[in-house]
């Protein structure tokens, strides 16, 4: 595992997306796997800004979401289809018919969460996955206690993962209970993962996953057994970790900054 511990948040979404324009200029055709959250918002406004400034081009690209609420329409303001759309896809030059994000709505979910994993693997598989943790140690909807072998399925969402997700439903209630994820083991056939964790709300987590046991609560703890990992984290995500003599602080400070 390689840990990068980037000055601010800022600096480490940069640093996030310069691997995976590095990756993108390396394999036009990459497969991408993509998540959702505030975390990585910073990341898709640097990439539209590769796109736009530095020609970086999805053109030829493949992604493949990692989630989606249950029983959400791709149209749905709360949706992952919804966010992705609005944080990248309708903002660079992907092609639609490469994007994937789980049917939310698909009227038989566990048949839509193996046909989708069947997809991935027509695919070629996913060569970099990008990942955000949840404050239990969650990689896409897998809680604590998911199985670390498991494969994409439907899971049931903790109440610690609705009350952090109900911004972007106005309201507990309104916040859905289930999702469509790739399963832990689906996640680590991707062949590199890239984490990225900010602030010091996700220090904990971060520091389970990185130096505690190898366990199923806390399942991001399941990419210590991935042989190709890049973790990259501001220093408040970083501040619960012990083992500083073993980290990497990314590139001079004004590098941070570019884009791409
Ligand atoms: C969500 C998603 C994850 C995401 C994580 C962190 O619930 N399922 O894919 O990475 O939790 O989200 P945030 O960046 O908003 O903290």
Do not use: W
């Amino acid at each position: 595992m390689k840990v990068l511990i980037a000055t601010d948040a800022g600096a480490a979404a940069g640093q996030a997306a310069r691997i995976i324009a590095r990756q993108l200029r390396a394999r036009p055709d990459a497969v991408l796997g993509l998540a959702t959250g505030a975390t990585m918002r910073p990341v898709y406004d640097r990439l539209v800004r590769c796109h736009r400034e530095a020609g970086l081009s999805f053109a030829r690209a493949t992604t493949f979401n990692l989630d989606e609420y249950l029983g959400l329409s791709p149209d749905h303001p709360g949706s992952c289809h919804r966010y992705m759309r609005e944080a990248l896809f309708d903002r660079v030059d992907l092609s639609p018919d490469r994007t994937h994000v789980p049917r939310g709505d698909h009227p038989d979910p566990l048949a839509e969460a193996r046909n989708y994993e069947a997809r991935i693997a027509r695919a070629g598989g996913i060569d970099l996955q990008l990942l955000g943790i949840g404050r239990n140690g969650h990689i896409g909807f897998n809680e604590p206690i998911s199985s670390l072998g498991s494969r994409s399925r439907v899971t049931t969402l903790t109440s610690d993962t609705r009350r952090a997700n109900q911004r972007d439903f106005g309201g507990l209630d309104a916040t859905p209970r289930q999702a469509i994820t790739l399963g832990v083991a689906t996640i680590l056939e991707a062949r590199a993962c890239l984490m990225l964790a900010t602030g010091p709300a996700k220090a904990r987590a971060v520091a389970g996953m990185i130096e505690g046991p190898l366990r199923a609560a806390c399942p991001a703890s399941a990419l210590q057994m991935h042989p190709q990992v890049t973790v990259v984290l501001d220093r408040d995500a970083a501040s619960r970790l012990k083992l500083t003599g073993c980290y990497d602080r990314p590139e001079p400070e004004g590098r941070d900054r570019d884009p791409c």
